[in-house]
């Protein structure tokens, strides 16, 4: 299995100002063989045919009438033996020509500039995949360049880059003897420069989950907000909202930082501050959602997660227009603080930990589709989009009352169970006893008393059904009526 240790490096002021210039540079590489990509892909889709000038420098260009290349216009595209090179291939054969172009260039270590053009490859490999179009890089998103395997060394607590020199960095865990050091990634964030090992560690199992005949146990998981997961056990584990703590000065920071002077160096700092302010956010996040990881597969040996669309569900409103064209309210603005705390669960890396965490140990984890997994009850399987009301689950069919996360979670759970094709005993459930209590004057509507106990196969019990159920209730459409 190949996993990633990542390490704070101490670099010296010579060796930043090193490696920030080198990111300057990468990223209009990047930029410009991004550039040139897109217009061998327009020349084939559009040729430009018959005589015509550049409409930005209205320099005359000569007529084409087919494209060398549909991947790129750069570089020689066959090689000595006459077989056609691909895009990655001609742009890396123009690097010994950008050198002598651009002497510049000749800092950067060859290496680092051909795993730039991997990158792209990647990025273009996505967009054939259907995952979205590659975009040019701003100074905020490219932070990072790469060394291949075998070109970085490594010794105690010290790493050679080449081209940049030896420098230390601190050593939080060590690295396992016997391991196959794959890429090397230096990464610029707002508290420093980190260095990413990816390694291949042998004695973990590649691929090799458990045995679905020798699972014991299997539990559901149900995403939230306030509760940031539901186990089909019973328990929650509440979400802390790292940025909702921090909002407030945060807000301070940034109405600091947009009343300094526009490109001055006070307002460089406080930017810089700002950052620190988000990185620290983002680094107790990802502390969190790793022991959440690790507890999880410390309870059972298959993980069930719902494939939610977080995308779309954090996407803005559509606008409404009457008939005069004037724009109507779209909850928009209502919206905004829900896909604030979306953001702030951050359940797809969430989903990734958990997943990698499970394949270290070799257990299971899958994504089932949460179709109706809030509005079906799991006693009577009713499904009705009026059972559920906020965090109170109560079935219209057979009157079972319970918590609408927990419900969630076991319908997840017994989701899984099928796509595996796993016995339904082996679902970790939680045995509710609910009392639901009469409504009367001064009291609170819906209260609920619920005692929660972890009893691995058992079925859940019903709530009291008929006219004259608990406490001499009736029970109409669904609800209690004090008689």
Not at 219 to 237: F, P, V
């Amino acid at each position: 299995m190949i996993i990633a240790y990542k390490y704070k490096l101490k670099p010296s002021p010579s060796q930043e100002i090193t490696m920030a210039n080198w990111l300057s540079m990468l990223r209009s590489h990047y930029n410009f063989c991004l550039r040139d990509r897109i217009e061998a892909y327009e020349q084939v889709k559009f040729p430009k045919l018959g005589n015509y000038s550049d409409l930005k420098t209205k320099a005359p260009c000569c007529p084409l009438t087919c494209s060398i290349s549909d991947q790129s216009q750069l570089g020689e595209p066959f090689k000595k033996s006459g077989k056609k090179r691909n895009a990655y291939e001609m742009q890396s054969s123009e690097l010994r020509f950008l050198k002598k172009a651009r002497p510049w260039y000749q800092k950067i270590h060859s290496t680092v500039l051909q795993q730039n053009l991997r990158r792209l490859e990647t990025a273009f490999g996505n967009f054939f995949d259907g995952r979205g179009s590659p975009k040019f890089k701003t100074r905020q998103k490219f932070k990072s360049f790469s060394y291949p395997p075998n070109q970085v060394k490594l010794e105690e607590n010290k790493i050679y880059l080449p081209s940049i020199g030896w420098m230390r960095f601190f050593k939080s865990r060590n690295i396992p003897d016997g391991f196959n050091l794959k890429t090397v990634t230096i990464r610029s964030l707002a508290d420093g420069w980190y260095v990413a090992i990816r390694i291949e560690n042998k004695d973990i199992p590649q691929s090799n989950p458990k045995d679905l005949t020798q699972v014991k146990t299997v539990i559901g998981c149900d995403l939230g907000i306030k509760k940031l997961l539901a186990l089909s056990n019973g328990e929650l584990i509440e979400n802390p909202q790292f940025e909702k703590r921090l909002s407030k000065r945060k807000t301070i920071r940034q109405r600091r930082a947009s009343r300094k002077k526009r490109g001055s160096s006070n307002q460089k700092r406080a930017y810089a501050k700002l950052a620190r302010l988000d990185q620290k956010i983002v680094n107790q996040r990802e502390d969190h959602q790793w022991k959440i990881a690790h507890r999880l597969v410390r309870k059972a040996e298959v993980m069930v997660l719902e494939n939610l669309n977080i995308q779309g569900m954090i996407r803005k409103c559509r606008a409404k227009q009457d008939e005069n064209g004037k724009f109507l309210k779209n909850g928009q603005s209502a919206k905004r603080a829900l896909n604030r705390l979306i953001r702030d669960c951050s359940w797809g890396n969430l989903k990734t930990k958990i997943k990698s965490v499970a394949e270290k140990f070799g257990l299971i984890c899958i994504d089932v589709n949460p179709k109706f997994t809030s509005q079906k009850c799991s006693y009577c399987g009713h499904i009705q989009k009026e059972n559920r009301k906020k965090e109170r689950f109560l079935c219209l069919n057979c009157g079972f009352l319970a918590d609408a996360d927990i419900q969630a979670s076991l319908n997840i759970g017994r989701k899984g169970l099928e796509t595996l094709g796993i016995s339904p005993s082996k679902l970790l459930m939680v045995h509710q006893e609910v009392t639901p209590k009469p409504e009367s004057t001064g009291s609170r509507n819906g209260e609920i008393s619920v005692s929660l106990e972890i009893e691995p196969g058992n079925p859940i019990p019903p709530a009291p059904l008929s006219k004259g159920g608990a406490r001499g209730d009736e029970w109409v459409n669904g609800e209690a009526i004090p008689c």
